[in-house]
């Protein structure tokens, strides 16, 4: 009952607080998603970024290990999906992104945050900025055949994390007004990606369900698979491994759908994807949590 308890706590505001977003949309309230994506994007979420890793406790050699832990996951996955895609007989510009690239941020990051606290949210801020950096370079890549290396260096997101990690290991900090400046801002960030989450599921229209169950399945299991092996490997210590496993099990991010519509893939396939691995994690995130809290 105990474990229940916490699992609960931990699942419950994620998806009240996503499910408002749901909600709003379905009530006919207008909601300006691509100006509060931007602000999300490019302010709350990389002020977020930035003040947790100058605020961390944790060491940053702990952190330098998830970062070389949270790359070899992602290449590991990406060999994974690579080769399930192709004896799968899908589309690889449609389906490799959705598959590796996981809701880490919407989903992942507050799960980490009620389950491991500011330990395992550091821990995940550093997955996240991985998976980031991932869907605008690789993932841009198969899906086009190019991306921009001037342009990703230039997402505030990465930035923000380059910046935060310099402070980290110089031991910097800045004026206490525009620390606090940060802190407000970047507060904002997962309530908005959550609320988003919600109102991004209400208006997607999903299409081939019944392959959608399948395929989302198979996306978490390879994709959680990998995290257990490679964390194994790096022997990783609790709760950096947790934090590895429950962010890889997340469901496909909604990013995966706006690169499939603004690259005219199979868009509406992908949607089928975000919002059934969506769905599904209320079933696998209480699964993920009783295996690695006990």
């Not at 899908?90 to 330990?119: I, R």
């Not at 980290?168 to 959550?194: R, Y």
């Not at 209320?282 to 993920?288: D, E, K, M, R, T």
């Amino acid at each position: 009952m105990a474990l229940f308890l916490i699992i609960f706590n931990v699942v419950a505001p994620v998806f009240l607080i996503a499910g408002s977003g749901y909600l709003w949309v379905k009530r006919g309230v207008e909601y300006p998603t691509e100006f509060v994506t931007r602000l999300a994007s490019n302010i709350a979420i990389p002020c977020l970024v930035f003040d947790s890793l100058v605020n961390t406790d944790i060491d940053p050699e702990a952190l330098a290990t998830m970062f070389w832990a949270s790359l070899a996951t992602y290449g590991g996955a990406m060999v994974a999906v690579y080769i399930f895609v192709k004896l799968a007989r899908l589309d690889m510009p449609s389906y490799f992104a959705p598959f590796v690239s996981g809701n880490t941020g919407n989903m992942g990051l507050p799960l980490c945050l009620f389950a491991f606290g500011q330990a395992g949210f550091g821990y995940a801020i550093i997955l996240f900025s991985v998976t980031s950096v991932f869907a605008f370079s690789i993932g841009i890549y198969v899906i086009t055949g190019g991306t921009s290396l001037r342009k990703l260096v230039r997402e505030p997101l990465v930035l923000s994390t380059l910046l935060g990690l310099v402070f980290l290991v110089k031991g910097w900090q800045l004026p206490e007004f525009l620390a606090n400046t940060i802190n407000l801002v970047g507060g904002i960030g997962i309530p908005i990606m959550l609320i988003t989450l919600g109102v991004a599921v209400a208006r997607l229209k999903p299409a081939n369900i019944v392959n959608a169950i399948w395929m989302s399945a198979a996306k978490i299991a390879i994709c959680t698979g990998v995290a257990i092996l490679v964390g194994a490997f790096f022997d990783l210590p609790d709760v950096a491994y947790s934090v590895l496993i429950l962010q890889m099990s997340a469901p496909v991010a909604v990013t995966s759908y706006l690169l499939a519509e603004r690259f005219k893939v199979d868009a509406d396939a992908v949607a089928g994807l975000v919002v059934v691995s969506t769905v599904m994690t209320i079933g696998v995130a209480p699964l993920v949590l009783s295996f690695v809290l006990v």
